[in-house]
């Protein structure tokens, strides 16, 4: 039923048949051509309009039995729909097949191109759903990779007394002991697995075995039971570092970045020059905020002297370029903390675009002249490869996962550069 290449099907004329007699598809298209010519002028005799490419090949089938034919016959014609109709009341008024009486009727003339049209807006809605569905397994993978960084543990048990812990334990060469499960559960909020909880003032003789030729701190409850339990642990596990949980308040009950600011200064058990720290003391508020204070400046200090690779022109001071990073970082830091937001800034200190950070990956490619970002979270390795080819040069963040890092790119913390402990 395909018409020649310069004719395009309009309509399918659909009618059906009965013959008293028994005939073939011969027959029945023989009486169609010949009993409509000359019937509605020569302008719509049906072998001229074959020839002009507006009538297509007619289609026939035929069934016999007991004596008599029925079927279907299927014109498809690329005339316009009052031409179609004419022609199919022409062939409608034909009563005999040869010799046999006969009957034709109409059924239905289908618009191909609104058939077509339907087909097409079909598939255009599949691959719309087909797109969707891809877009939101991105969007979870991504949230997903998020989710993932920031919980870089899981909770589980140690020891005959299924004691609650973080995975980190059974490789790390420090152990952080804690007082109880929730305790254990908020470290891994704050980014640290590799906590074990003592579960009361009797300490089981498994925590001894696990903290056997590793760094231990101690990270309790800022109460008097905390003072008991500190008490018991130094009878019977060396501990390097003691930590306590602001006065009157328990570990459970500390921020993310409260945990953070105590334990960070505690690792990796090691001063600046490199040499291991061999007696550690329980840190008061006040000793904190004078270590905060000395901290900050030597990280400024060391700020302007290291030479940082952030553009590309020659000739620029470098010194001066560390003072303008460590000023646009100290200004965008209050602005973002503790609000999981970003920051993107061009070469000259300018901010671009502040968004949450779930959307960092997909805005970096999209905006234009972004040299630094800064945000508020982790930077993991997804992050970094998306902001190397985006074309940052500088990333700050609260943490950073373990990364393979780029001579082009460089990706501090904001504790590196002593803005926040």
Same mark, same amino acid.
């Given at each position: ?27 029945? $298209? ?6 409509? %010519? ?48 004419? /022609? ?20 239905? $003339? ?27 397994? %991105? ?45 254990? $559960? ?11 909880? #003592?579960?009361?003032? +009797? ?6 075995? =696990? ?8 990270? !309790? ?6 003072? !008991?339990? =500190? ?27 409260? #945990? ?31 270590? *905060? *204070?000395? +901290? ?11 030479? $940082? ?40 200190? *300018? ?16 905006? %234009? ?22 074309? /940052? ?5 609260? *943490?950073?996962?373990?990364?393979? +890092?780029?001579?082009? =790119? ?12």
């Amino acid at each position: 039923m395909n018409l020649p290449s310069t004719g395009i099907v309009k309509y399918h004329v659909k009618l059906k048949f009965e013959v008293d007699g028994l005939v073939e598809k011969a027959d029945i $298209i023989g009486a169609i051509f010949g009993q409509t %010519e000359g019937l509605l002028g020569p302008e719509m005799n049906l072998n001229e309009l074959q020839k002009v490419s507006k009538v297509g090949r007619i289609e026939v089938n035929v069934d016999t039995k007991s004596n008599i034919a029925k079927g279907d016959a299927l014109i498809p014609m690329s005339t316009d729909i009052s031409t179609a109709a004419l /022609i199919a009341a022409a062939i409608e008024s034909i009563d005999k097949v040869g010799p046999f009486q006969a009957r034709f009727g109409l059924f239905g $003339i289908d618009d191909i191109r609104a058939i077509k049209k339907k087909v097409i807006v079909d598939r255009a809605k599949k691959i719309v759903q087909e797109w969707a569905t891809k877009t939101i397994s %991105e969007g979870e993978e991504m949230l997903k990779d998020v989710y993932d960084a920031s919980k870089p543990g899981k909770l589980t048990a140690f020891g005959k007394a299924q004691l609650a812990c973080g995975t980190g334990v059974f490789d790390s060469d420090w152990i952080i002991l804690v007082e109880g499960r929730a305790d254990v $559960i908020n470290l891994l909020r704050a980014g640290f697995d590799n906590a074990i909880a #003592i579960e009361g003032a +009797k300490i089981d003789e498994t925590v001894t075995k =696990l903290t056997e030729g590793k760094k231990v701190i101690a990270f !309790l409850d800022g109460d008097r039971a905390g003072d !008991l339990i =500190l008490k018991e642990l130094q009878g019977l596990v060396k501990i390097d570092k003691i930590l306590r949980a602001p006065h009157g308040r328990e570990v459970e009950e500390c921020t993310p970045i409260e #945990i953070a600011e105590l334990l960070r200064e505690t690792m990796p058990f090691v001063s600046t020059d490199g040499q291991q720290i061999s007696s550690l003391q329980v840190q008061h508020p006040e000793s904190r905020q004078t270590q *905060r *204070r000395d +901290k900050q400046e030597q990280v400024v200090h060391q700020e302007e002297q290291q030479q $940082i690779q952030f553009t590309s022109n020659s000739g620029v001071n470098q010194q001066a370029e560390n003072a303008e990073i460590l000023s646009a970082v100290r200004e965008v830091y209050p602005q973002i903390n503790e609000t999981l937001e970003a920051v993107l800034l061009d070469s000259s200190m *300018r901010t671009l675009i502040k968004i949450p950070v779930s959307e960092v990956v997909k805005k970096l490619n999209s905006t %234009e002249g972004a040299k630094m970002l800064i945000l508020d979270g982790i930077v993991t390795q997804r992050l970094v490869e998306a902001a190397y080819k985006a074309g /940052i040069e500088y990333i700050v963040g609260h *943490r950073m996962s373990e990364l393979k +890092k780029s001579a082009d =790119l460089r990706v501090r913390t904001f504790g590196e550069m002593g803005i926040s402990n």
